[in-house]
C-alpha cells in the first residue's frame, strides 16, 4: 500500500532525506491499524520525470509486524503508477484544456521536448472522467468556481488550491487518484479482493 510522504522540497532534499528511516517512520499500521511504529523495510526504485529531472528516485518502504504488509511512502510530487510527475501533467492539463494551447505549444509549457500525441490523450482522457468527482471531492475546500463543464471547473480549482496541496488532500484522506487509479486497483488503491474461486467444472 502507498501512503503518501508529507515532504515539500526539492527531489534532492527528498532524496538526502530518505537516509533517515526514522525522519518519516508511521507511527502505526493503516493497513491493520496496529498502533507500533512500522519497521524499515528497504526501498524499491521508481522512474519519475519532473520539470528539470528525468530519472529514478528511491521510495522507502516500512513492514507492519502485526499484519506483514509493506507500506511505502510516496513523495507528494509523484503520482502513484504515473512516470510523471504532478507538476509537469498540471502544466500540461492546464496549457492545453484551459489556455486552449496547442498539443506541442502545451507540452513545451509543461517542459517536455518530447510528447506523443497518445500519452496526451491518456492524461485528458483520465483527467476528464474524474473531473466531476474531483469537483465534488474538492467542494469542501473551496467555493465552486461557475465554468460551464466540470473539466474546466476542476482544473480552476485545482489551480486556486494548488495541485500538490489539493493531491495530498485527495490521497492521503480519500484513497483519491487525480487522474484515476488503474483499473486493477480501482476504486481506492488497494487490490480489490477477489471473488471465491468459481468450483471446479
Ligand atoms: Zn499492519
Known amino acids: ?15 538526502e532525506e530518505l537516509s533517515d528511516p526514522d525522519r518519516y517512520r508511521p507511527d502505526r499500521c493503516p493497513q491493520c491499524e496496529a498502533r507500533r511504529p512500522l519497521k524499515a523495510h528497504g526501498f524499491y526504485t521508481r522512474t519519475l520525470v519532473d520539470i528539470a529531472f528525468d530519472g529514478t528516485i528511491r521510495i522507502r518502504r516500512y513492514l507492519c509486524h502485526c499484519c506483514k504488509r509493506t507500506v511505502s511512502l510516496l513523495p507528494e510530487f509523484a503520482l502513484p503508477y504515473l512516470r510523471f510527475g504532478i507538476v509537469v501533467i498540471a502544466l500540461f492539463l492546464v496549457a492545453r484544456i484551459l489556455l ?35 469537483c465534488a471531492a474538492l467542494a469542501a475546500l473551496i467555493a465552486q468556481p461557475g465554468a460551464p463543464d466540470f473539466t474546466t471547473r476542476a482544473l480552476q480549482i485545482l489551480e486556486s488550491i494548488g495541485w500538490i496541496p489539493a493531491h495530498r488532500f485527495l490521497f492521503a484522506d480519500l484513497r483519491f487518484h487525480l487522474l484515476g487509479w488503474p483499473a486493477f486497483l480501482a476504486p481506492a488503491g488497494r487490490i480489490a479482493a477477489l471473488p471465491p474461486a468459481a468450483p471446479a467444472a
Open 1 to 15: 500500500m502507498q501512503i503518501l510522504h508529507c515532504f515539500a522540497g526539492s527531489i534532492q532534499r527528498y532524496s
Open 100 to 134: 486552449g494551447l496547442t498539443l506541442k505549444a502545451a507540452a513545451e509549457a509543461a517542459k517536455l521536448a518530447v510528447m506523443p500525441y497518445q500519452r496526451g490523450q491518456f492524461w485528458l482522457r483520465r483527467f476528464r472522467k474524474q473531473a466531476e468527482r474531483v
